[in-house]
């Protein structure tokens, strides 16, 4: 990690909901909270996972960084080229890597043309001048000159997804959000796009927020994590002590139903997770884990969510569980 000491990105009390509408007319009748109250931020240089079950919010805090969601609550801040960013410095300055390549280019493009659409949008090279930017981008993510000709059905899963790294690299971001940039490829390919994207980064200085459920390559991968459940963060903090070292039972939990987990690693699980993620249209009171978590107590329906921790540094959501204080009062020890 190139850590500056500077924010490039940062959340406070963001908050993503979905309008519920019914009837003839499409009235609305309330809303579906995708995001709730989201704080954190992200250094220069920096590679923060955000991880979770399906459904927890993650891509749709991916867009909303991305400016392609609205913000119902909070703020999102950038700060590229060390300046407060406008959308239209968003849109060129932080770009996204999706999970499946093939879907996410155009069929009817050639790679030459989908790698340069970004730099005729822009106005940044043109003709000659933008051919040979794209012939450099290819060299970038290792893929032979003659894929400037090819179509993406050409290539291969691997090819397709270095075709989607050089088309966000062409407008040389500052951020880019990989959404499950590499969950859909074999082991072999995924490490070699990993390996590819750390050298990007250690090449230019990108910083990246890598959405992903897969925790090893969390672990390979990332400087921090940021655990997410039902909209709302549960852990973040350095790799080393969130995977490691939990503090939330949802983390735990987490941790125990990766079955790729270090088996060295001293890691103090809990049981797996019980039932299904409830519905953000009716998410549980209190804490929104205590209706899978083996540890709830029944004041945990009446937990007021707020992470404890310095801002700067690992943070964990108020939790029953880790706290001394109730943990005495009930006679028990920890």
Known sequence: MSD?????????????RYPIRRGFFQRVVGHVGAVERVSFDVKRGETLALV?????????????????????????????????????????????????????????????????????????????????????????????????????????????????????????????????????????????????????????????????????????FADRVAVMYLGRIMEIGRVEDVLIRPRHPYTKALLAASLKVDPEARIETIALLRGDVPSPRNPPSGCRFRSRCPLAQPACAELVHHMAGKPDGRQTAACLANDDNYQLSQGKTK
């Open 52 to 220: 979770g079950e399906s459904g927890c919010g993650k891509s749709t805090l991916g867009r909303a960084i991305l400016r392609l969601e609205d913000v119902a609550e909070g703020r999102i801040s950038t700060s590229f080229g060390g300046r407060s960013s406008s959308r239209r410095d968003n849109a060129r300055h932080a770009q996204v890597v999706f999970q499946d390549p093939l879907g996410s280019l155009d069929p009817r493009w050639t790679v030459g043309d989908l790698i340069g659409e970004g730099l005729d949008v822009h106005r940044i090279a043109r003709g000659a001048e933008r051919d040979a930017r794209v012939r450099e981008l290819l060299a970038q993510v290792e893929l032979p000159a003659s894929a400037f000709f090819k179509f993406p059905h050409q290539l291969s899963g691997g090819q397709q997804q270095r075709v989607a790294i050089a088309r966000a690299l062409a407008l040389r971001p500052e951020l880019i959000v990989l959404d499950e940039a590499t969950s859909a490829l074999d082991v072999s390919v995924q490490a070699q796009i990993l390996n590819l994207m750390k050298d990007l980064q250690a090449e230019y200085g990108l910083t990246y927020l890598f959405i992903s459920h897969d925790l090893t390559v969390v672990g390979q």
């Open 4 to 16: 500056t000491g500077t924010n490039l990105l940062s959340l406070q009390d963001v908050s993503v």
